[in-house]
Protein backbone atom coordinates (compact mmCIF):
# COMPACT_ATOMS: atom_id res chain seq x y z
CA UNK A 1 0.00 0.00 0.00
CA UNK A 2 1.44 3.52 -0.53
CA UNK A 3 1.93 5.99 1.53
CA UNK A 4 -0.67 7.69 -0.07
CA UNK A 5 -3.50 4.93 0.27
CA UNK A 6 -2.14 4.99 3.85
CA UNK A 7 -2.99 8.72 4.41
CA UNK A 8 -6.55 8.23 2.48
CA UNK A 9 -7.59 5.17 4.00
CA UNK A 10 -6.47 7.60 7.66
CA UNK A 11 -8.49 10.56 6.40
CA UNK A 12 -11.03 8.08 5.44
CA UNK A 13 -11.47 6.44 8.52
CA UNK A 14 -11.72 9.86 10.64
CA UNK A 15 -14.69 10.86 7.83
CA UNK A 16 -15.77 7.43 7.04
CA UNK A 17 -16.65 8.97 3.62
CA UNK A 18 -15.80 9.37 0.01
CA UNK A 19 -15.65 12.55 -2.18
CA UNK A 20 -16.19 11.96 -5.63
CA UNK A 21 -16.33 8.42 -5.11
CA UNK A 22 -12.98 8.04 -2.99
CA UNK A 23 -12.15 7.71 0.30
CA UNK A 24 -11.86 11.63 1.78
CA UNK A 25 -8.58 12.22 2.24
CA UNK A 26 -5.63 14.90 1.96
CA UNK A 27 -5.84 17.63 -0.71
CA UNK A 28 -3.81 20.45 -2.05
CA UNK A 29 -5.88 23.28 -4.45
CA UNK A 30 -3.46 25.47 -6.04
CA UNK A 31 -5.00 28.61 -7.13
CA UNK A 32 -3.47 30.46 -10.49
CA UNK A 33 -5.81 33.64 -9.44
CA UNK A 34 -5.62 35.77 -12.75
CA UNK A 35 -1.55 35.48 -13.21
CA UNK A 36 -1.45 33.07 -16.17
CA UNK A 37 -2.83 33.33 -19.82
CA UNK A 38 -3.87 30.35 -21.70
CA UNK A 39 -0.19 29.89 -23.04
CA UNK A 40 1.55 30.50 -19.75
CA UNK A 41 -0.65 27.97 -18.28
CA UNK A 42 -0.06 25.11 -20.65
CA UNK A 43 2.99 25.38 -20.11
CA UNK A 44 3.11 25.08 -16.36
CA UNK A 45 0.54 21.65 -16.37
CA UNK A 46 3.17 20.27 -18.65
CA UNK A 47 5.50 21.22 -16.21
CA UNK A 48 3.47 19.60 -13.04
CA UNK A 49 3.43 16.87 -15.77
CA UNK A 50 7.01 16.42 -15.90
CA UNK A 51 7.92 17.05 -12.59
CA UNK A 52 5.28 15.48 -10.61
CA UNK A 53 4.61 11.68 -10.22
CA UNK A 54 0.47 10.63 -11.33
CA UNK A 55 0.36 9.06 -7.26
CA UNK A 56 1.25 12.31 -6.10
CA UNK A 57 -1.42 14.21 -8.91
CA UNK A 58 -4.31 12.31 -6.75
CA UNK A 59 -4.45 14.93 -4.21
CA UNK A 60 -3.73 17.77 -6.26
CA UNK A 61 -6.63 20.36 -7.98
CA UNK A 62 -5.40 23.43 -9.90
CA UNK A 63 -8.63 26.18 -9.71
CA UNK A 64 -8.29 28.25 -13.01
CA UNK A 65 -10.14 30.58 -14.48
CA UNK A 66 -13.20 29.83 -16.66
CA UNK A 67 -11.65 29.97 -20.21
CA UNK A 68 -8.85 27.62 -18.68
CA UNK A 69 -10.84 24.34 -16.99
CA UNK A 70 -11.70 22.67 -20.41
CA UNK A 71 -7.44 22.71 -20.82
CA UNK A 72 -6.63 22.11 -17.44
CA UNK A 73 -8.65 19.28 -16.98
CA UNK A 74 -7.80 17.56 -20.68
CA UNK A 75 -3.98 18.07 -19.96
CA UNK A 76 -3.75 17.52 -16.18
CA UNK A 77 -5.40 14.49 -15.40
CA UNK A 78 -6.21 15.15 -12.40
CA UNK A 79 -9.29 17.24 -10.75
CA UNK A 80 -9.62 20.67 -11.49
CA UNK A 81 -11.81 23.42 -10.31
CA UNK A 82 -13.20 27.09 -10.75
CA UNK A 83 -11.77 30.12 -8.70
CA UNK A 84 -15.74 31.28 -8.47
CA UNK A 85 -19.55 30.66 -9.14
CA UNK A 86 -22.77 31.66 -9.51
CA UNK A 87 -25.66 30.47 -7.68
CA UNK A 88 -27.68 30.13 -10.05
CA UNK A 89 -28.76 30.10 -13.67
CA UNK A 90 -30.50 32.82 -15.66
CA UNK A 91 -29.72 36.24 -16.74
CA UNK A 92 -26.56 36.97 -15.05
CA UNK A 93 -24.31 38.52 -17.56
CA UNK A 94 -20.95 38.04 -17.11
CA UNK A 95 -21.34 35.20 -14.65
CA UNK A 96 -20.85 31.59 -15.09
CA UNK A 97 -22.87 29.33 -12.60
CA UNK A 98 -22.71 25.99 -10.94
CA UNK A 99 -24.44 23.86 -12.95
CA UNK A 100 -22.45 25.21 -16.57
CA UNK A 101 -19.40 24.18 -14.34
CA UNK A 102 -20.42 20.79 -13.31
CA UNK A 103 -20.72 19.77 -16.93
CA UNK A 104 -17.56 21.66 -17.84
CA UNK A 105 -16.11 18.95 -15.46
CA UNK A 106 -15.42 21.15 -12.43
CA UNK A 107 -15.28 19.12 -8.99
CA UNK A 108 -14.42 21.71 -7.15
CA UNK A 109 -15.54 25.26 -6.46
CA UNK A 110 -13.34 27.77 -3.93
CA UNK A 111 -16.10 30.40 -2.78
CA UNK A 112 -15.17 33.48 -0.80
CA UNK A 113 -12.01 33.96 -1.22
CA UNK A 114 -10.90 37.03 0.74
CA UNK A 115 -10.11 38.53 -2.48
CA UNK A 116 -13.79 38.17 -3.48
CA UNK A 117 -14.66 39.66 -0.32
CA UNK A 118 -12.16 42.62 -0.28
CA UNK A 119 -12.40 43.47 -4.07
CA UNK A 120 -15.87 42.45 -5.17
CA UNK A 121 -17.75 42.97 -2.13
CA UNK A 122 -18.88 39.30 -1.19
CA UNK A 123 -19.93 38.47 2.82
CA UNK A 124 -20.64 35.18 4.72
CA UNK A 125 -23.96 35.45 3.30
CA UNK A 126 -23.13 35.14 -0.08
CA UNK A 127 -20.30 32.66 0.48
CA UNK A 128 -22.79 30.52 2.15
CA UNK A 129 -24.98 30.42 -1.07
CA UNK A 130 -22.32 29.83 -3.33
CA UNK A 131 -21.16 26.76 -1.03
CA UNK A 132 -25.13 25.72 -1.73
CA UNK A 133 -25.18 25.80 -5.52
CA UNK A 134 -21.77 24.24 -5.48
CA UNK A 135 -23.20 21.17 -3.54
CA UNK A 136 -26.59 21.25 -5.18
CA UNK A 137 -24.23 20.58 -8.82
CA UNK A 138 -22.29 18.38 -7.06
CA UNK A 139 -18.99 20.61 -6.43
CA UNK A 140 -17.51 20.41 -3.36
CA UNK A 141 -16.93 23.86 -2.29
CA UNK A 142 -13.70 25.06 -0.98
CA UNK A 143 -14.84 27.60 1.39
CA UNK A 144 -12.63 30.69 2.59
CA UNK A 145 -12.65 31.80 5.99
CA UNK A 146 -10.52 33.35 8.32
CA UNK A 147 -10.16 36.77 10.01
CA UNK A 148 -9.54 40.16 7.97
CA UNK A 149 -7.04 41.28 10.77
CA UNK A 150 -4.13 39.69 13.19
CA UNK A 151 -6.50 38.06 15.91
CA UNK A 152 -4.94 36.05 18.71
CA UNK A 153 -6.13 32.77 18.55
CA UNK A 154 -8.63 32.22 20.22
CA UNK A 155 -10.45 35.44 18.56
CA UNK A 156 -9.57 34.08 15.32
CA UNK A 157 -11.40 30.78 16.12
CA UNK A 158 -14.00 32.24 17.00
CA UNK A 159 -14.44 34.25 14.16
CA UNK A 160 -13.72 31.18 11.81
CA UNK A 161 -16.18 29.18 13.64
CA UNK A 162 -18.92 31.76 13.35
CA UNK A 163 -18.07 31.81 9.32
CA UNK A 164 -18.15 28.14 9.35
CA UNK A 165 -21.65 27.76 11.16
CA UNK A 166 -23.01 30.57 8.52
CA UNK A 167 -21.96 27.91 5.90
CA UNK A 168 -23.02 24.69 7.47
CA UNK A 169 -26.89 26.51 8.18
CA UNK A 170 -27.23 26.71 4.25
CA UNK A 171 -25.27 23.23 3.05
CA UNK A 172 -26.83 19.93 3.48
CA UNK A 173 -25.25 17.82 6.72
CA UNK A 174 -24.36 14.90 4.25
CA UNK A 175 -22.87 16.83 1.54
CA UNK A 176 -18.61 17.48 1.54
CA UNK A 177 -17.42 20.16 2.07
CA UNK A 178 -13.49 21.36 2.50
CA UNK A 179 -13.05 24.87 4.66
CA UNK A 180 -9.72 27.19 3.58
CA UNK A 181 -8.45 29.14 6.48
CA UNK A 182 -6.67 31.92 5.16
CA UNK A 183 -6.17 34.50 7.25
CA UNK A 184 -6.31 38.09 5.23
CA UNK A 185 -3.11 39.07 6.71
CA UNK A 186 -1.35 35.76 5.63
CA UNK A 187 -1.86 35.65 2.21
CA UNK A 188 0.95 36.80 -0.51
CA UNK A 189 3.45 37.15 3.23
CA UNK A 190 6.52 36.33 4.39
CA UNK A 191 4.89 34.24 6.70
CA UNK A 192 2.36 32.77 7.66
CA UNK A 193 0.26 31.35 10.87
CA UNK A 194 2.12 29.57 13.32
CA UNK A 195 1.26 26.02 13.97
CA UNK A 196 -0.40 27.11 17.58
CA UNK A 197 -2.25 29.41 15.71
CA UNK A 198 -3.59 27.14 13.10
CA UNK A 199 -3.89 24.74 15.70
CA UNK A 200 -6.01 26.48 17.82
CA UNK A 201 -8.41 27.69 14.52
CA UNK A 202 -8.58 23.98 13.25
CA UNK A 203 -9.47 22.62 16.51
CA UNK A 204 -12.34 25.03 16.83
CA UNK A 205 -13.40 24.30 13.53
CA UNK A 206 -12.96 20.59 13.88
CA UNK A 207 -15.72 20.59 16.84
CA UNK A 208 -17.97 22.49 14.17
CA UNK A 209 -17.34 19.41 11.35
CA UNK A 210 -17.85 16.92 13.66
CA UNK A 211 -21.34 17.89 14.17
CA UNK A 212 -21.92 16.98 10.79
CA UNK A 213 -22.59 14.00 8.66
CA UNK A 214 -20.63 14.77 5.19
CA UNK A 215 -16.99 14.64 4.41
CA UNK A 216 -15.58 17.81 5.79
CA UNK A 217 -11.89 18.56 4.89
CA UNK A 218 -9.84 21.44 7.00
CA UNK A 219 -7.09 23.18 4.76
CA UNK A 220 -5.01 26.04 5.85
CA UNK A 221 -3.80 28.88 3.49
CA UNK A 222 -1.64 31.93 3.11
CA UNK A 223 2.40 32.06 2.56
CA UNK A 224 2.42 28.43 2.21
CA UNK A 225 5.78 26.72 1.43
CA UNK A 226 8.04 23.33 1.72
CA UNK A 227 7.76 22.40 5.43
CA UNK A 228 4.70 24.48 6.40
CA UNK A 229 2.43 21.16 6.53
CA UNK A 230 4.80 19.06 8.74
CA UNK A 231 4.83 22.05 10.68
CA UNK A 232 1.03 22.55 10.99
CA UNK A 233 0.20 18.89 11.42
CA UNK A 234 2.18 18.75 14.36
CA UNK A 235 -0.73 21.19 15.77
CA UNK A 236 -3.38 20.78 14.16
CA UNK A 237 -6.33 18.29 12.63
CA UNK A 238 -5.25 19.60 9.41
CA UNK A 239 -6.63 17.64 5.80
CA UNK A 240 -4.10 19.90 3.25
CA UNK A 241 -3.38 23.19 1.58
CA UNK A 242 -4.18 26.34 -0.15
CA UNK A 243 -1.10 27.15 -1.93
CA UNK A 244 -0.67 30.42 -3.93
CA UNK A 245 2.57 31.33 -5.14
CA UNK A 246 4.48 28.28 -4.79
CA UNK A 247 2.47 26.18 -6.71
CA UNK A 248 3.29 28.49 -10.19
CA UNK A 249 7.14 26.77 -9.21
CA UNK A 250 6.88 23.09 -10.57
CA UNK A 251 9.09 21.60 -8.56
CA UNK A 252 8.37 23.40 -5.34
CA UNK A 253 4.90 22.11 -5.70
CA UNK A 254 6.23 18.43 -6.17
CA UNK A 255 7.76 18.71 -3.03
CA UNK A 256 5.11 19.88 -1.42
CA UNK A 257 2.27 17.50 -2.65
CA UNK A 258 5.40 14.89 -1.36
CA UNK A 259 5.14 16.27 2.28
CA UNK A 260 1.13 16.61 2.57
CA UNK A 261 1.18 12.90 0.58
CA UNK A 262 3.19 11.41 3.32
CA UNK A 263 3.72 13.39 6.49
CA UNK A 264 1.58 10.99 8.93
O1 LIG B 1 -5.30 31.40 -2.76
C1 LIG B 1 -4.11 31.41 -2.37
C2 LIG B 1 -3.72 32.35 -1.44
O2 LIG B 1 -4.37 33.52 -1.60
C3 LIG B 1 -2.39 32.31 -0.73
O3 LIG B 1 -1.34 32.76 -1.54
P1 LIG B 1 0.17 32.63 -1.04
O4 LIG B 1 0.43 31.17 -0.70
O5 LIG B 1 0.97 33.10 -2.19
O6 LIG B 1 0.30 33.50 0.18
Not at 102 to 126: I, K
Not at 203 to 229: H, I, Q, S, W
Not at 233 to 260: F, H, K, M
Amino acid sequence: MSSLEENADEVGARSAETVHGRPARRLVCVSAKAHLGIERTERWIDGIRRDVDPELRRILTLLVPFPLLGTTSAKLGASCGAQDLWPEAGAYTGEVPADMLAEAGCHYCMVGHSERRTLFGEDDRSTARKALAATTAGITPIVCIGEEQRLNPVSAAARAAEQAVSTLESVPRTSPVAFLYEPRWAIGAESGATPEHVGTVLDELRRVADARDGATMLLYGGAVFPGTFRALRAEAPIDGLGVGRSGRDTAVLRDILDEVATCA
